[in-house]
């Protein structure tokens, strides 16, 4: 048969990473307290606004997210991060799956120190629910994995849509593996006629 397939892909979730060149070393001088949450073996902050504290590297990351939001989702909106903590994992620890609730794009920096046993994050399709067969795949890739995992890298700067289940392998390095999670909400005015919203609106005098 020599006709090809051409694959539309309609409606994709992705994710996208950038290497963060700024300095962000502010973020290892944290010394805040960390906690065992209920879907994770693994620790995060009790802070949950730790980004108030670094200003500067807030900045730098929600400008990565702006300018990847105009540029490649070409949207005209503006953005602010609301929830902001720190993660750690020992080895032998992970976290379970889980999805970020109130809000509309989440992101990990990772700003520590790994190795090839620093275990990865690891994504979920959100398509795996309405599928009801179980297929032997031969070559795992975009149009049939349900499971895609990127390796932390120093400086690695992963964004992706909040509805996207994600969750931490087992890390197996004697290295910590350390993180800082976030997520984002647009600001201002947005949609229309009767679906329109404007977060002035709310803002206390």
Do not use: C
């Not at 073996?41 to 500067?56: A, F, G, I, T």
């Not at 929600?62 to 080895?91: M, R």
């Not at 993180?179 to 206390?204: C, R």
Request: charge should be neutral.
């Amino acid at each position: 048969m020599k006709n090809k397939f051409e694959v539309l892909h309609f409606f994709p979730t992705f994710v996208t990473t950038i290497h963060v060149d700024e300095n962000t070393d502010e973020l290892k001088n944290y010394e805040g307290k960390f906690e065992t949450i209920a879907h994770a073996l693994s620790s995060q902050s009790k802070d949950l606004r730790v980004l108030e504290k670094y200003s500067k590297t807030r900045k730098i990351l929600l400008d990565y997210f702006k300018k990847f939001s105009n540029e490649v989702l070409e949207y005209d909106n503006d953005y602010d991060i609301t929830t902001s903590w720190f993660t750690k994992s020992s080895e032998g620890q992970f976290s379970t799956f889980h999805n970020h609730k109130n809000s509309f794009w989440s992101g990990v920096y990772y700003y520590g120190d790994y190795d090839d046993n620093s275990s990865n994050i690891e994504f979920s399709s959100p398509l795996a629910i309405y599928q009801q067969y179980e297929l032997n795949v031969r070559n795992p890739n975009a149009v049939n994995s349900i499971l895609s995992y990127i390796k932390p890298s120093s400086k690695s700067l992963i964004l992706f849509p909040s509805y996207l289940a994600h969750r931490i392998g087992e890390h197996r390095s004697k290295i910590t593996r350390r993180s800082l999670a976030f997520n984002i909400v647009p600001i201002g005015k947005y949609g229309e006629y009767d679906s329109s919203y404007d977060t002035n609106w709310f803002v206390s005098s």
